[in-house]
């Protein structure tokens, strides 16, 4: 099973750029690392992946520690809309997501 | 372009009742999911389909059936509700590592 540790919640006032962290102590060398959110009362939607090195996207970047243990998402101006509980996931490709508890990120005006 | 389209949005059954939950998408993707979710909780899997004419079972599969009725669609069926599965229902259809899911069907089953 494929675990993650994320903290419970955080919170970030708008327009601050905002770091999400992930431990993934037990990635093997061809697992993928996903982050997924989840708006309020919507499915989650894709934010962003990588294996192995930094990813940008228009949504976030993606920082990958050197030795894959831990991540971190970034989301470079946080907006009210940015509200949402955040997943990381890690697993082989082909092989399904699964879900955490994720990060329940609050975002003040 | 409608992605990932789930039928019905909202539903209540009576313990005993059978349904049939529906998801179809227009992506072409091969691999699809149907997730759980209860309150407070993570997602969890219930049944996928890698591709058109296989499933195989997820975490969570005890009391539902699925079928890949083509490479569109993928039906999660409940044969006897169960206060138990009352939850909400996702379905997602994947491609390369992005997932794409469903709005959610939110039954309740009383």
């Known amino acids: 099973d494929a675990k993650t540790t994320q903290p419970n919640s955080m919170e970030s006032n708008e327009e601050e750029p905002v770091h999400l962290p992930c431990n993934h102590s037990?990635?093997?060398?061809?697992?993928?690392i996903h982050w997924y959110r989840q708006l309020p009362s919507q499915g989650p939607e894709y934010v962003i992946h990588g294996l192995t090195s930094n990813v940008n996207n228009r949504m976030a970047s993606l920082a990958i520690a050197e030795d894959r243990k831990s991540s971190t998402l970034i989301l470079h101006r946080a907006t009210l809309r940015d509200a949402a509980v955040y997943y990381c996931?890690?697993?082989?490709?082909?092989?399904?997501?699964?879900f955490g508890k994720g990060t329940r990120l609050s975002v003040i005006a | 372009n409608a992605g990932v389209t789930q039928t019905p949005k909202f539903q209540v059954l009576k313990t005993g009742q059978s349904m049939t939950l529906q998801c179809a998408q227009d992506m072409n993707h091969n691999s699809m999911y149907w997730y759980r979710q209860d309150p407070g909780m993570g997602l969890r899997l219930i049944y996928y389909s890698a591709s058109e004419g296989t499933t195989d079972k997820g975490e969570v599969p005890n009391g539902y059936n699925v079928s890949r009725l083509n490479k569109r669609e993928f039906s999660l069926r409940l044969e006897s509700a169960a206060p138990s599965q009352t939850s909400v229902y996702f379905c997602a259809s994947e491609i390369l590592g992005g997932y794409t899911f469903g709005s959610g069907t939110r039954l309740t089953v009383v």
């Open positions: 037990t990635i093997s060398g061809t697992d993928y």
């Open positions: 996931i890690h697993g082989r490709r082909n092989t399904p997501l699964v």
